[in-house]
């Protein structure tokens, strides 16, 4: 059992000399797509599509935006995709004024910065994982605007940055034991 996560993408080279090294061993790979490979992902759709699906039919909104991640990362890049799918199944347009990428840490208040500027009607706001909305939070404080009264915010992995946040973060489990 083989986790690379995003590394492929970043050292083909070295993961090429590995798989020929080993190219008899049965392997399952987790964290990543690899072409003609075993593996096992995250669930990257049923927690976005039901958080989606709440936000519109429960709550009524239109006016959604993504603090996102790298390119070079499988599960962002997954989670772009079936964010924007799952809002283009309402109607909802995602634009790119709509989304913003992160370098996926804490340390994002100028990304948030940017998006809420950018979005000054926003209803609810995905983050591509808990880190990321630290520092959405940290924006939002910082404008007077608090998280599930005035923006509805969400993440994914559901670490325990999401229960030590004020208030928590509603975040789409991840199930890292599972995985």
Known sequence: ??????????????????????????????????????????????????????????????????????????????RNEIYSQSLAEYGITFEEKNYIATEMFVDTQEEAHILLDRNPDVQAIFCVNDSVAVGLYQEMARRRLVPGKDIMVFGFDNTKTATRMIPPLASVGAGNETM
């Open 1 to 78: 059992i083989v986790c690379l996560g995003s590394m492929v993408p970043a050292n083909v080279e070295l993961f090429d000399r590995w798989v020929k090294r080993n190219q008899n061993m049965p392997t399952v790979y987790t964290v990543c797509e690899i072409e003609d490979r075993v593996s096992v992902n995250y669930d990257n759709t049923t927690g976005i599509r039901e958080a989606v699906d709440y936000l519109v039919n429960f709550n009524g909104f239109r006016h959604f935006a993504m603090m996102g991640g790298r390119e070079d990362n499988f599960d962002s890049m997954k």
